[in-house]
């Protein structure tokens, strides 16, 4: 009895060992993880839909709007993202490939048209445009389009980034002149973005860490410039360092005061769903940047630890999902678009919670916005088409098949190679 026992509760073991997150996560076959990618988005985009009828409903009533209006809006681009999302993500690996020089260049020519009479200006930022009653941001586009193209450029210079002008030539110029572009527009957190997305796009496409460091400290300069040649800028960092006046608290540290107040009146589980009282207008545009102070005073500290913890998981999946692919056009794409995502929620988290200084980064999936939900959406659409086992073949028909019909012989052999693969650039 005792031995019968012991096996059973062997069995029964692993079997309960496979049903865990951290078996999940530590299984890096795509069927596994990718769902856990798409579980994970759908769920923020889910919290930020309903953050964004709580925190914008006050507001629009005060302005005489209908409260459902903003809710409304935000589902049906949700919905539009999504959509797009599952069409991106049964695309082949080639033809997103090829997708790089058209959504470059129609990136480019939108943001010009932002200084037409097409384009409108939001809080002093010319970055919008109006056509037929509906608005966009080109900028958020922008950010995906880089990164594809990028991508492709580097993927097909793979043996000659050794040479400082092909590492170079032409990812930080066509980089550079989005981030001008964007920045006449007098939008520099977005700026910023693009240039954490260029500098990602550029290590993980294998540049050298000399150029790499060169370029990056060259964006960081630039960034202190364009910083200090604005009043308001400045004004926001000496508040935000405690070194402005008296009278910063009704000024530019205003929202930010308000925010740090709605975080900690939230508490441990919040003051409840809707219960808000920082966006009765002590917020403003509380349904934007600062949703997620709104977040953690209506869901307190579990609720902001519940949306963190949907990112780690999401970091963490397409990850372990890209490290399976030797696809190097693939690896680039899938890393830059989740350090985009990533690293802009850390930015806009680490801003509203005092330890950054406010510069007008959105909460990806959370804040209200229809191009910046669509974009990301997007970008997620293109990491599932990249990270799908039939893609890995880079577009070839005969390769995706023999992927497809080897995939378990495929899996033992890159077990007994482990992390053995490495980067041209590790070596």
Known sequence: MNTGQQQTANVRTPLRRKRTLAFLLADDSPGRLRPVILAAVLSLSAIGLVEV???SSVESVAAGNNPYDLPLKQAMWTVAGVVIMLVLARLPVQRIRKLGWPLLIGSLVALVLVFTPLGMSVNGNRNWL???GFTAQPSEFAKLSLIVWGAAILDR?????GQWKHAVIPVVPAGGLIMGVVYLGHDLGTTMIIMMILAATMFYGGVRMKVFSAAGLFCAVMALVLAATSGNRMGRIFSWLGMGSAEDAQGVGYQATNGTYAL???GWFGL?????RQKWNWIPEAHNDFIFTILGEELGLAGTLLVLCLFAILAIAVFKTIARTQDTFSRIVACSVITWILGQAVINIAM???LLPVIG????FISYGGSAMVSSLAGIGIVLAVTRPDGWGAGDPKQRGAASRGADAAAGSAAGRGNGRRHEYQR
């Open 53 to 55: 009828a709580s925190a």
């Open 264 to 266: 900690a009146s939230g």
């Open 272 to 276: 409840g769903l809707g219960q808000s």
């Open 361 to 364: 980064v959105p909460l990806p």
């Open 130 to 132: 109006s056509v037929g």
């Open 157 to 161: 210079k793979q043996a000659l980034l």
């Open 352 to 354: 509203v919670s005092g």
